[in-house]
């Protein structure tokens, strides 16, 4: 069975800082997939990132960046110079693959709140 | 251009009630999904169709019911409903031969 754990329910910071929202995931199977989704106030899912389990290279885009470590199971998501508009739910998801669907299995979810 | 689409965007009903939610998607992907988002915002998969094939039908009541008629359709039908029902319901897709799934805006369901 796979499990995420978004151990962060509510973070708060002031516009401009930095800020990480930690992603630990379990799973036995090898081939898997991680991703971080943002859920706006507007209630939409976004997808941000995929990341498959033999890619453990670091992820830039734009402001986000993102941490893969296989060794520690973790997927942090990492927000540089925070705006307002970040202010969201952002879930990290694990799948595995079957061959014809992907079972996503979602965190519970980390709130962001940036404030100027 | 709205790659997944559903509608309505909010259902409001009577318990006991049977209601659909419609999911299309012009993406061309041949795997589709629903979730149920409760209002922790846990959100967890229900079902999922491949070419029209039911793939993954996870614990949910019977009284809910998918039904793809082709694709790029898959809709959620629900019987009898309750309470607990409440719930914003997402729909997804994404190609087989990748793991990206994309979101609808989501229907939220009010069971009064």
């Known amino acids: 069975a796979q499990k995420v754990t978004q151990a962060q329910t509510e973070i708060s910071v002031v516009e401009k800082e930095d800020v990480t929202l930690d992603c630990v995931y379990e799973t036995r199977d090898t081939t898997y997939y991680l991703f971080w989704y943002k859920q706006p106030p507007s209630g939409e899912l976004v997808f941000l990132i995929r990341?498959?389990?033999?890619?453990?290279q670091n992820e830039i885009s734009g402001r986000y960046s993102w941490n893969f470590q296989k060794s520690t199971s973790s997927f942090n998501f990492t927000i540089t110079a925070s705006q307002v508009v970040d202010s969201a739910v952002y879930f990290c998801a694990l799948s595995v693959f079957t061959g014809t669907a992907s079972k996503l299995t979602f965190g519970t979810g980390t709130r962001l709140q940036v404030t100027l | 251009d709205t790659a997944v689409s559903q509608t309505p965007k909010y259902l409001v009903t009577q318990m006991g009630n049977d209601k659909s939610i419609k999911c299309e998607q012009n993406?061309?992907?041949?795997?589709m999904y629903w979730y149920k988002q409760d209002s922790k915002k846990f959100l967890k998969i229900m079902f999922s169709y491949n070419n029209k094939e039911l793939i993954i039908n996870e614990t949910v009541p019977n009284r809910f019911s998918p039904k793809s008629p082709d694709k790029a359709h898959l809709n959620l039908h629900i019987n009898s409903l309750e309470l607990g029902d409440s719930a914003v319901y997402f729909c997804a897709s994404s190609q087989a031969t990748t793991a990206t799934q994309y979101f609808g805006p989501g229907t939220r369901l009010t069971v009064l």
């Open positions: 993406l061309g992907h041949d795997t």
């Open positions: 990341r498959n389990s033999f890619d453990e």
